[in-house]
């Protein structure tokens, strides 16, 4: 997956067909059709040299 920053916004470029499943059902999460949206909020730390991981809780 690509993931690109300009200034305070987030692009999520999925590279295969999983991925584009997964950003899928993540935006479907995230985003209400009837009007209230859910947020990301980051968990614990990401440092790269530490872990691969980075976690999110939908909020």
Do not use: H
Request: a negative charge; proline letters at 5%; hydrophobic letters at 40%.
């Amino acid at each position: 997956m690509k993931i690109e920053l300009d200034k305070n916004v987030v692009e999520i470029t999925p590279e295969n067909e999983q991925e584009a499943e997964q950003l899928d059902t993540l935006w479907k999460v995230v985003v209400d059709c009837a009007g209230t949206n859910k947020k990301l909020a980051p968990i614990g730390e990401y440092i790269p040299v530490k872990s691969t991981l980075a976690r999110f809780v939908i909020e």
